[in-house]
T-cell receptor
Framework: DAGVTQSPTHLIKTRGQHVTLRCSPI?????VSWYQQVLGQGPQFIFQ???????GRGNFPDRFSARQFPNYSSELNVNALLLGDSALYLC??????????????FGQGTRLTVV | RKEVEQDPGPFNVPEGATVAFNCTYS??????FFWYRQDCRKEPKLLMS???SGNEDGRFTAQLNRASQYISLLIRDSKLSDSATYLC????????????FGTGTQLKVEL
């Protein structure tokens, strides 16, 4: 079975540009969350989507946005990139049907470098 | 103050040693607790949940002290393959399934 897949795996962008990161959850998982992990830190929560609706938002500026599609895949968009946006962006999927505290499975991440 | 705090390490231990990691959390509304493992440049993976009564999974033992808002992970008989970063994770009541991570503690097991 395919796990959580993210694309691209690596990306280099210039300050001021925008970027779109993509995530496909595990088949049957309806909840997708996005996290940002800067070097030396733990992942920080950005967004959670369930059944195509935003269910949670972390402390990130409006330059960050996301959406979930009918097939439960998701995109994270970041506008007006800053050097500080350089990080590993992780997508996690879970199946709330397995209970409130269903295990979150992470994708391998997209490593974004802003120059 | 960070919501979840860990000693970043690194902890350098010889193979076969016992090592303990600690984690404190600030929000008393914390509901659920986990330890995740993250290998270098890889994604985090669930190591074990942490229950109030304490729980054990092979060489790994997790403890929770709600009164002190403190979580621990004990690794016995360390293996080279245990080298990784161990992330303490908390879910808050009413927070949905949002995971709040600590900074992580780096473990290096050496021959």
């Amino acid at each position: 079975d395919a796990g959580v897949t993210q694309s691209p795996t690596h990306l280099i962008k210039t300050r001021g540009q925008h970027v779109t990161l993509r995530c496909s959850p595990i088949s049957g998982h309806k909840s997708v969350s996005w996290y940002q992990q800067v070097l030396g830190q733990g992942p920080q929560f950005i967004f959670q989507y369930y059944e195509k609706e935003e269910r949670g938002r972390g402390n990130f500026p409006d330059r960050f946005s996301a959406r979930q599609f009918p097939n439960y895949s998701s995109e994270l968009n970041v506008n007006a990139l800053l050097l500080g946006d350089s990080a590993l962006y992780l997508c996690a999927s879970s199946d709330p049907g397995q209970g409130f505290l269903a295990e979150a499975f992470f994708g391998q991440g997209t490593r974004l470098t802003v120059v | 103050r960070k919501e979840v705090e860990q000693d970043p390490g690194p902890f350098n231990v010889p193979e076969g040693a016992t090592v303990a990691f600690n984690c404190t959390y600030s929000n008393s509304a914390s509901q659920s607790f986990f330890w995740y493992r993250q290998d270098c440049r890889k994604e985090p993976k669930l190591l074990m949940s942490v229950y109030s009564s304490g729980n054990e999974d092979g060489r790994f033992t997790a403890q929770l002290n709600r009164a002190s808002q403190y979580i621990s992970l004990l690794i016995r008989d360390s293996k080279l393959s245990d080298s990784a970063t161990y992330l303490c994770v908390v879910i808050y009541t009413g927070g949905g399934n949002k995971l709040t991570f600590g900074t992580g503690t780096q473990l290096k097991v050496e021959l």
